[in-house]
């Protein structure tokens, strides 16, 4: 714990807990990440879930995946000048560690089964991948959400 209080500690945690705009500015981002990479993935999961099929999932693919990964990226930049104000208090909550796991889960996902289930695969193997993939992004939100609550 020692590391998280210095975190907290920082210059940077220090700024963003002071600046009336800032903080607030780095949440609303955060949003607009979770939105694009969750609003990017939601409809090829869908599609590989069988909706559309006349839509090619390549071509799905193709124009949501950059849209997905900018989304992540603004996402895991924010969210961890957001995790510098509360370090302590995020790190020792179970709801925490459980959105990290499931991110953790829902990247594997992508990373194992995006490649050959949009290039080929079994219809029931693109099922799988899909359903998984929106259960986990689902479940990220939740938590996510529930964390303002604590």
Known sequence: MD???????????AYLRASRWTYPLV?????????????????????????????????????LR?????????????GLLLFTVHAREYAGTGLFRAKMALIALGLANALV???????????????????????LWVAVLVCGRMLGYL
């Open 3 to 13: 590391l998280l209080g210095g975190v907290e500690a920082s210059a940077l945690a």
């Open 27 to 63: 949440n609303a981002a955060h949003l607009v990440g979770v939105a694009l990479l969750v609003g990017a993935i939601a409809p090829l999961d869908l599609r590989l879930m069988g909706f559309w099929p006349r839509e090619p999932v390549e071509r799905l693919a193709a124009v």
């Open 113 to 135: 089964f995006a490649g050959p289930t949009v290039t080929g695969g079994s219809p029931a193997r693109r099922r799988l991948a899909g359903a998984a993939s929106l259960a």
């Open 66 to 78: 950059p849209v997905a990964a900018a989304g992540a990226a603004l996402a895991a930049v924010t």
